[in-house]
């Protein structure tokens, strides 16, 4: 495999982040650890463009947040996937799953 | 994960700052991240910076968040909006359902105006809008003489036609027809009646349009035997079962077999919808030094980017020629280029503006109505609305709430407004002449019913409006004090009955003008008797009937079979039918008398040629000499009569019996006028009676006068509907090939002149009618309303000591505060606008002071009689419960 990490493309930080909420409800940077952790190290995702990614999320009802204490008792926002959130994933999901292999298919064709 | 103090939740409630909220969140990040690296073994500071390098541009991170927010927050409301809507037709839905009564008065109401208003825009859409159905109908006219007398729509001599069309460059193409005329069908099934055109293989080609089957005739055509024709859709569908076939049939008209070649497109209908066939005229045939029958109809179209003004000074230009060339015949003669569409609605776009005043004045009454109606449904639930508005609705989300619930409301009234226009345009049609232009292209179309839901939409929103907007500011405090609202509503609702009383004075004022002339026209002088009258026209073939023997031989047997019918009190015949609007007129010279005209003969005056028995049978009195009677017939000497008319123009003083006249010029053949008649209405009822000659029948075969109807004379009282389908049987004993062209009573022939009128006055009274029923119901419930608003105050005054009588008379003078209004109001608009009745009117001012004064006073009696119930339900009221209340 490539040694230099995968950057991530817009959408897909978007289906990423709703994938790590069917976990639990997390904060921003626990979404982050986990989507890091999960990939072992091979994605390269920016902590900011995280951000916007939940507000987006967030506008369109497939999240919610509160603001809560975190562990070590600091004011944090934490995101909850909603039943909007979960059906749109599985849709998502769906279509990724079609796009990778259609994908690779034309890839892996014989020139 | 634990909760968060309570105080910072609610903080945060009382002082939204999204922005410090994103920086507070990012924040976190780096200092969990921060903290990381300090337990992985990184001093404080490092870590620090190094958490807040990894996370990468924050203040850029906030503005695209903030971005996100707020174009997602519109994208929201949008989407909310719209959920509202739905929520806000949920609920208009309920609040019709809750008072269906209210929900149906209005709808009816405005419907009915609806209704009218689409039923004559679907004619003025048919008649005045719609393209006619030719190739780029823009550039049609039709290109009349204009004779010295005055005439501009004079037919055009074949001479002039064919100079026209060789000289014009303004046309590209020109066509000629004549007049559409009755021919008799015969060779399969029965005998039947049909209308033809003969018209030039251009006239086709300048209206560009191709037939649907077969081809049309061509100037090659002209060749063969030159009898050749295209039939009508319609004909083709009913009289030959739309046989594909029928291409070079034979058809056989009045005795001549004729070729067809065509069938027309659907639609086709020039010059009108009356005409079946179109036979080949070819230009050969026309005699180019023909410039005295003035009998063609000339059709040209005119060049890409000509006008029809040039197209006209071109026209005079070459007629300016013409005049020149052919002095003799051409002095003083001019020109007239005509747009075709304008030339064939100009005779009944006055009809059609006064139907459309009519329907807009009913549409103005029914909106009126609807006003008050909705007025009073909100001034009831402004109890309701203020609660609303004391929940948190906005006063923007009121009026929105209210005007959703006009739209319902429009829909209902459009929907009920199309089955009204769908009768009320049946009834139009089958009341309509046979001979309004383009009647066959009235109908409900998208466009019109496009229109109707504009309309609907437009006045209901006009007349809801006003309530809407009175409501949302209505002041929550004194709405949930008290149910009433002041005075305020008073002035609209008064205002509103003011216009309904207004139109209705209007359209009642034309109706009435209307029907008056009708009672005038029903007391004009015939000079004969129409009662009783049966005409029955037919068109005796000349190939059967060549000579005058033959002729004179059929009237004869024809005369005495009627004659000695059962129940038939007399019988005779004439050469025109009574109501027949253009008879022949033939000019004629007097014996030892100057004309002033160079051809030495008197200006042209309709000529009867009349069987034996014709005056004694109509009824018209002879005053001097004798009346043409079995004398008169073959080689006897020729006779005439005249009419008082005539006899006082052209002889004054002098005695026309013995004197003699003659048709073709000075020199004779002479005919001794044998004796005076009285004058007739025989044209139009509504035409002062003309001077006329009379001939007898049997005494020349008159060419020009191929139409005949028997006349008979019914007594009294005897249905003649059951003579005359005896009558037609006789008919067909006499000759199975003859077709009857018409058979109607006198009567019922002059009302067919009177359709266009008749049409006015039924439609125009029905709206004044619906009117004038909408404006007293209007007047009754806002007088209700106000009663029942007042009660409290009345209850005061009857408390005070007014009396029963009092408290009526007050209720009536506010009543007749608004009827008295509303008459001054209407009756400035009427005096103003029944001008347009002009043409509808017979001996009748469009300002009759009668017409105006009884409406006035039909209107006052109506409104105050609608007043009454509730101001005696005024004085029912008990002063002490209203007082308490």
Redesign the interface.
């Given at each position: 495999m490539a040694s230099q990490p995968l950057s991530v493309l817009q959408g897909t930080l978007d289906l990423l982040v709703l994938r790590a909420l069917t976990w639990d409800?997390m904060?921003?940077?626990a979404i982050?650890r986990w989507i890091r952790q999960t990939a072992d190290g091979e994605l390269e995702v920016?902590?900011?463009?995280?951000?916007?990614s939940l507000?987006?999320l967030e506008?369109?009802g497939l999240i919610e947040a509160e603001?809560?204490?975190?562990e070590?008792?600091?004011?944090?926002?934490?995101y909850k996937i909603t039943a909007a959130g979960r059906r749109a994933l599985r849709a998502e999901h769906e279509s990724w799953r079609r796009y990778v292999k259609v994908v690779a298919r034309v890839m892996e064709s014989e020139a | 994960m634990s909760r968060e103090p309570l105080w910072r939740r609610y903080a945060r409630f009382f002082r939204p700052d999204p922005r410090a909220d994103i920086d507070e969140e990012m924040q976190f990040h780096i200092d969990e991240r921060a903290r990381e690296l300090v337990t992985a073994g990184l001093d404080p500071r490092a870590a620090a910076a190094k958490a807040r390098e990894e996370f990468g541009n924050a203040a850029a991170a906030r503005v695209a968040c903030e971005a996100i927010r707020t174009i997602e927050t519109t994208r929201v409301t949008r989407v909310r909006a719209w959920t509202d809507i739905g929520q806000d037709i949920r609920y208009a839905l309920r609040s019709v359902a809750r008072r269906p009564a209210h929900a149906v008065l209005v709808t009816i109401t405005l419907a009915l105006g609806l209704g009218a208003t689409t039923a004559i825009l679907s004619v003025v859409n048919g008649v005045l809008l719609r393209p006619l159905p030719y190739e780029a109908p823009e550039r049609l006219a039709w290109v009349y003489e204009w004779s010295p007398g005055g005439d501009d729509h004079n037919p055009v001599s074949p001479g002039n036609y064919m100079d026209w069309k060789a000289r014009t460059r303004s046309f590209v193409a020109m066509g000629a027809h004549y007049h559409p005329y009755d021919v008799t069908l015969t060779g399969s099934g029965e005998p039947d009646r049909l209308v033809v055109t003969d018209a030039t293989p251009s006239l086709m080609t300048v209206l560009g349009v191709s037939p649907s089957l077969g081809r049309l005739f061509t100037a090659s055509d002209a060749s063969g035997d030159g009898q050749v024709l295209v039939i009508s859709h319609a004909l083709w569908k009913t009289r030959f079962g739309a046989d594909p076939g029928i291409l070079s049939q034979r058809l056989v008209l009045d005795g001549q077999p004729w070729t067809i070649l065509g069938v027309m497109p659907e639609g086709f209908a020039y010059p009108d919808a009356t005409v079946n066939i179109w036979r080949l005229q070819s230009e050969s045939a026309f005699k180019p030094d023909d410039r005295r029958s003035h009998n063609l109809a000339v059709v040209g179209r005119i060049r890409d980017g000509a006008t029809f003004a040039q197209a006209q000074t071109e026209m005079d230009a070459i007629t300016t020629q013409l005049v020149t060339e052919y002095p003799q015949f051409m002095k003083d003669w001019r020109v007239n280029v005509t747009p075709m569409h304008a030339d064939i609605v100009a005779p009944v776009r006055s009809l059609i503006v006064i139907l459309l005043a009519g329907a807009t004045l009913l549409l103005v009454v029914a909106c009126g109505n609807a006003g008050n109606l909705l007025l009073t449904r909100a001034i009831a639930r402004s109890r309701e609305i203020a609660v609303r508005g004391a929940l948190g609705a906005g006063g923007y989300r009121i009026i929105r709430q209210l005007l959703v619930e006009c739209l319902v409301l429009a829909m209902l009234a459009a929907l009920a407004g199309v089955a009204v226009a769908f009768v009320a345009l049946r009834a139009l049609l089958a009341l309509a002449p046979e001979d309004l232009p383009r009647l066959e292209q009235i109908r409900l179309d998208p466009v019109v019913l496009g229109w109707t839901v504009i309309i609907a939409i437009v006045s209901t929103v006009l007349v809801g409006l006003a309530p809407a907007l009175r409501l949302a500011r209505v002041d929550l405090q004194s709405a949930l004090r008290s149910s009433t609202t002041g005075d305020r509503h008073g002035r609209l609702r008064g205002g509103l009955v003011i216009m309904e009383v207004a139109a209705s004075l209007v359209m009642l004022v034309g109706a009435g003008l209307l029907v008056r002339s009708f009672e005038r026209l029903r007391r004009v002088d015939f000079g004969y008797e129409p009662g009783g009258l049966l005409a029955v026209s037919f068109n005796l073939p000349r190939t059967r009937y060549p000579d005058a023997p033959a002729q004179f031989d059929f009237y004869r047997r024809l005369q005495e079979r009627l004659g000695s019918f059962p129940g038939v009190t007399a019988a005779t015949g004439s050469s025109d039918s009574p109501g027949d609007t253009h008879p022949m007129t033939f000019s004629f010279a007097i014996q030892g008398k100057v004309s002033p005209n160079p051809s030495g003969r008197f200006d042209p005056v309709p000529m009867h040629a009349v069987m034996p028995g014709y005056f004694s049978t109509m009824g018209i009195p002879l005053l001097r000499g004798r009346a043409i009677d079995s004398r008169d017939v073959g080689d006897a000497p020729a006779v005439a009569m005249v009419n008082q008319a005539l006899a006082k123009q052209l002889w004054s003083a002098e005695d026309p019996v013995g004197s003699h006249i003659a048709f073709a010029g000075p020199e004779g053949p002479w005919f001794e006028v044998v004796g005076i008649v009285g004058d007739t209405r025989m044209e139009a009822v509504d035409a002062e009676p003309r001077p006329t000659l009379y001939t007898p029948w049997l005494q020349k075969s008159w060419r020009w006068l191929s139409w005949q109807t028997a006349l008979i004379r019914l007594p009294n009282g005897v249905d003649p509907s059951g003579t005359a389908a005896s009558v037609r049987r006789l008919v067909t004993e006499l000759d199975p090939d003859l077709a009857i062209l018409h058979l109607a009573t006198a009567e019922d022939l002059y009302a067919e002149g009177q359709a266009r009128r008749r049409l006015a006055a039924v439609l125009l009274g029905g709206f004044a009618v619906t009117a004038l029923v909408l404006g007293i119901i209007g007047l009754y419930g806002v007088m209700t309303t106000t009663v029942a608003e007042r009660q409290r105050e009345i209850g005061i005054r009857m408390a005070l000591g007014a009396g029963r009588g009092g408290v009526l008379a007050m209720v009536l003078s506010q009543a007749g505060q608004l009827i008295l209004g509303g008459i001054a109001v209407g009756t400035i608009v009427a005096a103003a606008s029944t001008k347009l009745l002009t043409t509808m009117l017979y001996q009748t001012s469009p300002v009759d002071p009668l017409t105006f004064v009884a409406v006035a006073a039909l209107l006052a009696v109506a409104g105050l009689g609608a007043a009454l119930l509730p101001a005696r339900r005024a004085t029912t009221i008990d002063p002490m419960s209203a007082i308490r209340e």
């Open positions: 409800t904060h921003g940077y982050m920016e902590d900011a463009a995280l951000y916007p507000h987006r506008m369109r603001w809560g204490l975190s070590n008792n600091r004011r944090a926002r934490f | -």
